[in-house]
C-alpha cells in the first residue's frame, strides 16, 4: 500500500492524527486480502486483532439458539472491526464473512494498545464510534420490535452511509434484499413491496439493482413513528 493511500487515514478512529502520525501508526499494521465468502474471524478466535477496511465490504454476524444466522452489521470501506473485544478483553462471539473481495489492514491489540499510550485520541475517537452504532443500533431496535414493517425498512435505510450529489443521497444496499429481509425479520417478497409503497410515495428512488436514491428524509422519519 502506497504512502499516498494509506488505510488508516480512512478510518474516523485515526482521523484526528496528521500524516506523520498516520504514517507511524501504518507502520504497525498488517496487509491482509481476502476474496468473498472467506471466513475472516470466528466466534471464540484466540488471535486478538482490529480490522481496518480499505476496500470491499465485511458481514458481522453470530448464530442464534436455533441455529440461523443473525446479521448485525455490514462494515464497508473505513469501518473497524474488533474493537469492542479490544476495549472489553473479551473473546468475540460474532463471525465475520468478505461479502466481496476485500482489502484490510489489521492491527493486533497488543499493537494498538501501544498507540493509544502514544496517541489518547485515538481512543476518544474509538469511544465515540461505538457511541454512534449504540445510538443506530437501538434506533433500529425500536424499529425492528415495532409490529410495522415499514418502519424498521425506513429506519434500515436512513441508516446506510450515503453518497450526495446534486443534493440527493445515495445509498447502496450492502447485503442482498433476501439477507436484509432477513435482518429486519420479515420476508424478500415483503421488503420489495415495502420499498416499492416508498417509491410511489416519493420518498425514495429504486435507481439500480442496489442503489436507493433517498429523496425525503423526513418522510422516512414519519414512517419510524408508525405502529
Known amino acids: 500500500m502506497s504512502s499516498n493511500d494509506l488505510c488508516v487515514a480512512r478510518v474516523p478512529i485515526f482521523q484526528g492524527l496528521d500524516r506523520s502520525q498516520q504514517e507511524h501508526v501504518a507502520e504497525f499494521a498488517t496487509p491482509l486480502h481476502v476474496e468473498r465468502g472467506t471466513i475472516v474471524a470466528s466466534p471464540g478466535q484466540q488471535q486478538s486483532r482490529l480490522l481496518v477496511l480499505h476496500t470491499g465490504k465485511l458481514k458481522i454476524s453470530h448464530g442464534t439458539a436455533g441455529g440461523q444466522e443473525q446479521v448485525l452489521r455490514t462494515a464497508t470501506v473505513g469501518d473497524v472491526v474488533g474493537e469492542r ?10 463471525s465475520v464473512t468478505a461479502l466481496e473481495d476485500s482489502q484490510m489492514c489489521v492491527f ?5 494498545a501501544r498507540l493509544l499510550g502514544e496517541y489518547p485520541d485515538i481512543s476518544q475517537r474509538m469511544l465515540r464510534t461505538l457511541s454512534d ?19 424498521r425498512v425506513a429506519a434500515y435505510l436512513l441508516d446506510q452511509p450515503a453518497k450526495f450529489a446534486n443534493g440527493i443521497a445515495r445509498i447502496t444496499l450492502p447485503m442482498a434484499k433476501k439477507d436484509i429481509a432477513a ?8 421488503l420489495s413491496r415495502r420499498l416499492a409503497a416508498f417509491a410511489q410515495d416519493g420518498s425514495i428512488e429504486l435507481a439500480g439493482r442496489r442503489e436507493i436514491n433517498i429523496l425525503d428524509v423526513e418522510a422516512l422519519e414519519e414512517a419510524l413513528l408508525e405502529e
Open 85 to 94: 473485544a479490544f476495549i472489553t478483553g473479551q473473546l468475540s462471539t460474532d
Open 108 to 112: 493486533e491489540h497488543r499493537d494498538l
Open 133 to 151: 452504532r449504540l445510538a443506530s443500533t437501538e434506533r433500529l431496535l425500536a424499529a425492528i420490535t415495532s409490529s410495522d414493517v415499514s418502519a
Open 183 to 190: 435482518y429486519l425479520g420479515t420476508t424478500p417478497e415483503t
